[in-house]
């Protein structure tokens, strides 16, 4: 990969200031032009989160759910977990009677749980006010996002592949409330216009810019979209609305080299990410071939996706034994199963897909923040609340309709989060700030990430960019695979069939591999990389 004069891939932006970078151009704009008006990073991401939450509808949204990883300026480290919990009135049984052993992903019936994306912007402008005194205004965050729903915007490339690929949503079989909500904005026929407009998701934002977080979980405009949601059959309510928080929790940490990796601790499944790291200490991951590599990550994605889908869950409702599954005892005698000449066979892991988006973004004052935002699958539940133009996820059918397993549905709980922002610290303090979209592939997309720069010596734009692979099934597939980007090459594919992989090559750039985005923090400047397998950048303030 050619490297400018600065050393830098072609896909990397530096600056002493700031950077920012996200899965789309303008969402980048946003945070680097906050940053620009005295904003700091945690200022930079909302913006940018509020923005993308428009201009990549089909990945995330108003209706979707958010995580946050923040480390400031003052050496505080802190998670936000902003997602939203199932209706009280929800009913398994009633689910089991009507629907069999799962919950349908698309329709009312789907969308079951709180969207809480606006908690998380508002708790985070409020740690930026209150602990990092920024001058920026909420309304000031909300500015760009209000104007690209209301003026509209350029289709990106990545939302015509979604929209084109979603045979469920707009074809034969669709449900009706997705047809009436879901078509008239954005059915493929509607991305033929110049410029994309959301004008009721324009008036939506624009009363949350005057009124903050509170409109949408205790105000009119929430009611609006309580209403909507239950008329598409959907068993939210506004009581469900109104006792919905967003809550600050403690980071995850394994060691990691001479560093830490953090991530969130459950729902999320940013144990089973750091559980790959610490299995992977025990290799000398620098001087392993590019096949042994691949296949030693694999089978440290086995092991560690094995424990998640036995346990996470809500940990307020079940307990989960993340100190069992980070345990370095235990972890040393399941590194013992992994040959480098054979592959373990594949557990039975459930499909965890996820269209989803990361935004990471640091300031030279010492500020960074790693965001994720989704709607569980492409367009999430297929319903558009009303004239909000809020479209609601469908996380709520990732709950298990099985009584006997942890994340079984069940009234008032988090499901089971695929959703993990992370960071790797030097010191005490972030030198790498990174999230990706993509299911189970982001443990294992973290995992390329980080031992390609501390182990293997890479630059944030190559890291990212180099060729990836994802273990494991996506929704709508029962194929338990290795996925390779066919830039890996022919031998690579061979070496792991040999060794017993079932092994599939798919597209050069796939976006089953997630969108992932990475700045490192050094001694001098802030390098970011943004995924060229997306519509983003990585930009740096000026």
Not at 44 to 57: G, K, L, Q, R, S
């Amino acid at each position: 990969m050619a490297l400018d004069a600065a050393g830098r891939g072609p896909f990397e932006t530096a600056s002493a200031r700031g950077v920012v970078a996200s899965p789309h151009v303008l969402a980048s704009e946003a945070g680097r032009d906050i940053l620009a008006a005295g904003g700091n990073a945690l200022d930079a991401a909302i913006a940018a989160a509020a923005t993308i939450a428009v201009v990549y509808p089909h990945m995330n949204g108003v209706g979707g759910d958010n995580f946050w990883l923040i480390h400031d300026a003052t050496g505080q480290l802190i998670g936000l977990n902003a997602a939203g919990r199932s209706a009280a009135a929800v009913d398994a049984d009633v689910y089991r009677a009507r629907f069999g052993d799962r919950i349908p992903p698309r329709g009312g019936a789907a969308a079951l749980t709180v969207p809480g994306a606006v908690s998380g912007w508002w708790e985070a402008h409020q740690h930026s006010r209150r602990r990092l005194g920024s001058p920026i205004t909420w309304p000031a965050l909300l500015e760009r996002a209000i104007h690209h729903a209301g003026e509209g915007f350029p289709v990106s490339a990545g939302q015509r592949r979604t929209t084109a690929a979603a045979h469920d949503l707009f074809g034969e079989g669709t449900p009706s409330e997705v047809r009436r909500s879901l078509w008239p904005l954005y059915h493929p026929t509607a991305l033929a216009a110049p410029s994309f407009r959301q004008r009721e998701l324009a008036g939506t934002l624009a009363i949350l810019a005057a009124g903050g977080a509170g409109e949408f979980y205790r105000g009119a405009l929430g009611r609006r979209t309580v209403a909507a949601a239950q008329s598409a059959g959907s068993p939210l309510r506004m009581e469900d609305f109104s006792a919905h928080t967003a809550d600050w929790v403690e980071p995850l940490r394994v060691r990691y080299r001479r560093g830490e990796a953090v991530s969130l601790p459950p729902p999320t499944q940013g144990f089973a990410a750091l559980a790959i790291l610490a299995l992977l200490e025990g290799f000398d991951v620098a001087a392993l071939s590019e096949a042994d590599y691949v296949h030693v990550v694999v089978e440290a994605t086995k092991l560690a996706l094995d424990d998640r889908d036995r346990w996470l869950t809500d940990p307020t409702a079940v307990p989960v034994p993340v100190d069992r599954c980070l345990d370095r005892r235990r972890l040393d005698e399941r590194r013992g199963r992994i040959s480098l000449a054979t592959a373990q066979p594949a557990a039975g892991t459930h499909a965890a897909s996820g269209d989803t988006i990361a935004i990471v973004a640091a300031d030279a004052a010492g500020n960074a923040v790693s965001v994720i935002q989704s709607l569980y699958h492409e367009f999430g539940s297929g319903v558009v609340a009303g004239e909000t133009g809020v479209l609601l996820q469908n996380r709520g059918a990732f709950f298990s309709l099985d009584p006997g397993h942890p994340n079984h549905l069940a009234p008032r709980k988090r499901t089971a989060h695929t959703l993990i922002p992370s960071m790797y610290l030097v010191g005490g303090r972030p030198r790498l700030v990174y999230g990706t979209m993509g299911g189970d592939g982001q443990p294992q997309t973290q995992a390329a990430l980080v031992t390609r720069m501390v182990d293997r010596g890479l630059r944030p734009g190559p890291a990212v960019a180099s060729p990836r692979w994802l273990f494991g099934r996506t929704w709508g597939d029962t194929s338990k695979a290795v996925r390779l980007e066919g830039r890996f090459g022919r031998d690579l594919a061979e070496s792991l069939t040999g060794r017993g992989h079932e092994v599939q090559v798919v597209e050069d750039w796939s976006d089953l591999m997630g969108h992932a985005h990475l700045i490192e923090i050094g001694p001098d400047d802030l390098v970011g990389a943004s995924d060229p397998r997306a519509d983003g950048a990585a930009i740096g303030q000026a």
